[in-house]
């Protein structure tokens, strides 16, 4: 009887979780300036924030119609993000500027001039660990694809994770993150050895 019980259980489990997976939908976050969309504990502005997803990461929606402009997610599960955020396809890489922006090309070289002069100052270092710091313990600390705060996000911190220290550069350093195995720069001042 226990192992009729048992099996019953395992099968039921297995069905919910093949029904929960067919019900929630693949999305990607694209925000219209390259930041990171707010997870929140309700479907309100005002709610907790509690989690931050970066432009271009992949999301799983409850398949459940938008409450006040939110969806709800089924990555840990009772997170809420706004519904114009989601998009149905892997956006395309966010270029600064590109939202309505009329900077010129003289600001667009002085740009690329300054990451050439992080490039062109990178010391190579033996690999150490560093912990994200910010002046406000609720900061939360960006790692972009390129040392400029201009630069597409990769993925952004909060206060006290431990990231892996590749290369330091004049004001940005290269890091890797050990959970994920993303690689990005952060700017020297967010970092704490």
């Known amino acids: 009887m226990i192992k009729r019980t048992l099996i019953l259980v395992t099968v039921l489990v297995l069905v919910l979780t093949a029904c929960a997976t067919a019900l929630a939908d693949t999305m990607w976050i694209k925000t219209d300036n390259g930041k990171p969309a707010n997870g929140r504990t309700e479907p309100d502005v005002n709610s907790t924030w509690v989690a931050s997803f970066a432009y271009g990461e992949e999301v799983y929606t409850m398949g459940t119609a938008p409450v006040n402009g939110y969806t709800e997610l089924s990555n840990g599960g009772g997170i809420w993000v706004l519904t ?13 500027g590109s939202g309505g922006s009329s900077k010129g090309s003289s600001s667009s070289g002085d740009a690329q001039s300054a990451i050439y002069k992080e490039f062109k100052a990178a010391k190579w270092v033996t690999p150490y660990d560093a912990v994200t710091t910010h002046k406000r313990s609720s900061g939360i600390i960006n790692m972009r694809y390129a ?3 201009n ?13 892996t220290v590749i290369c330091e550069l004049k004001t940005w350093i290269e890091v890797q993150d050990p959970e994920t195995g993303k690689v990005g720069y952060i700017r020297q001042d967010f970092l704490q050895r």
Request: aromatic share 10%; net charge positive; glycine share 4%.
């Open 151 to 163: 630069a597409p996000l990769v993925q952004s911190y909060k206060p006290g994770e431990v990231l």
């Open 84 to 96: 114009r955020f989601l998009v149905s396809s892997p956006p395309a890489p966010y270029v600064p």
């Open 147 to 149: 040392p400029s705060k």
